[in-house]
């Protein structure tokens, strides 16, 4: 394995990235299909949620300089999921038309 300054691998720092943003990502799509009230959708992401996050913590306990690449990937993760989100228009009311 190829490690540079400080002992930690630049590949683990960038699963780390993904990981993370990826983990956000299911957090941001976990919460929309709660307000929306999708039950097995919510369930769906809150398992990926999960799943992803363990390999960042994991790599937490390796070496605390992966935090650094965490909180970069979910950052990312967070503002392209919500972004790519695309929400419903506002439902208006129908009024009469004016006589």
């Known amino acids: 394995m190829v490690k540079i300054m400080f002992g930690f691998d630049p590949i683990i720092a960038m699963g780390v990235v993904l ?3 990826a983990t956000d990502a299911a957090y941001v799509f976990f919460n929309a299909a709660v307000g929306a009230r999708h039950r097995i959708r919510a369930a769906n992401w809150s398992a990926i949620w999960y799943m992803l996050s363990a390999f960042a913590v994991i ?4 070496h605390a300089i992966y935090v650094v690449f965490a909180a970069a990937g979910s950052w990312i993760g967070a503002f392209v999921s919500v972004t790519w989100l695309v929400r419903a228009p ?6 009469a038309p004016e006589v």
Do not use: L, N
Not at 59 to 62: H, L, Q, R
Not at 90 to 95: D, E, H, Q, S
């Open 19 to 21: 990981a993370t943003a």
């Open 59 to 62: 790599s937490f306990t390796e």
């Open 90 to 95: 506002i439902a208006r009311p129908v009024t």
